[in-house]
T-cell receptor, first 110, second 110 residues
Framework: NAGVTQTPKFRILKIGQSMTLQCTQDMNHNYMYWYRQDPGMGLKLIYYSVGAGITDKGEVPNGYNVSRSTTEDFPLRLELAAPSQTSVYFC?????????FGPGTRLLVL | KQEVTQIPAALSVPEGENLVLNCSFTDSAIYNLQWFRQDPGKGLTSLLLIQSSQREQTSGRLNASLDKSSGRSTLYIAASQPGDSATYLCAGGYGNQFYFGTGTSLTVIP
């Protein structure tokens, strides 16, 4: 039982490039979340999903897209990377009301 | 808009001292309040979850309380140890979404 896994751990992007942050959980949780954490700040919700095929926007969705084709996977897509998207990205899944977090992906956009 | 605040941003205490971390939220229609621990460069680990119908939860040396009427939650750590040094974040759950505070960075001095 690996819990929530995220890849890559670290990535440098050039402005305008695109990439997909991967998130996988093996706990069969229906609810999954994507957050970003800027230095010295709390986590801000980007997108979330309550089950396969269902996604919804959070507090800061602009510049991002998600899909949820399976229960296990919840990838986050950046289409046109901007310096403002430099952050640490966390994926989480929820059982009941308890959140379980992945280790994070550190993204630097230059 | 839901807002969650944590004061102070940083706290240093000598080993063995009891301490209280504070979390405030603006919307009393909270579903639950969760406390997390975050070590540098790591993801978040859930410590305690308090349902809206509960007043407190305990786990070992940790005790969390919730007062919806005053919009406050506290995390009490008894007999602090250097291993407790980390950033502690609280998150208010509202429906399917969670709103995080900016965290309190705790240093326990041996």
């Amino acid at each position: 039982n690996a819990g929530v896994t995220q890849t890559p751990k670290f990535r440098i992007l050039k402005i305008g490039q695109s990439m997909t942050l991967q998130c996988t959980q093996d706990m069969n949780h229906n609810y999954m979340y994507w957050y970003r954490q800027d230095p010295g700040m709390g986590l801000k919700l980007i997108y979330y999903s309550v089950g396969a095929g269902i996604t919804d926007k959070g507090e800061v969705p602009n510049g991002y897209n998600v899909s949820r084709s399976t229960t296990e996977d919840f990838p986050l897509r950046l289409e046109l990377a901007a310096p403002s998207q430099t952050s640490v990205y966390f994926c989480a899944s929820v059982l009941g009301e308890t959140q379980y977090f992945g280790p994070g992906t550190r993204l630097l956009v230059l | 808009k839901q807002e969650v605040t944590q004061i102070p941003a940083a706290l240093s205490v000598p080993e063995g001292e009891n301490l209280v971390l504070n979390c405030s939220f603006t919307d009393s229609a909270i579903y639950n309040l969760q406390w997390f621990r975050q070590d540098p460069g790591k993801g978040l680990t859930s410590l305690l979850l308090i349902q809206s119908s509960q007043r407190e939860q305990t786990s070992g040396r940790l005790n969390a309380s919730l007062d919806k009427s005053s919009g406050r939650s506290t995390l009490y750590i008894a007999a602090s140890q250097p291993g407790d040094s980390a950033t502690y974040l609280c998150a208010g759950g509202y429906g399917n979404q969670f709103y995080f505070g900016t965290g309190t960075s705790l240093t326990v001095i041996p």
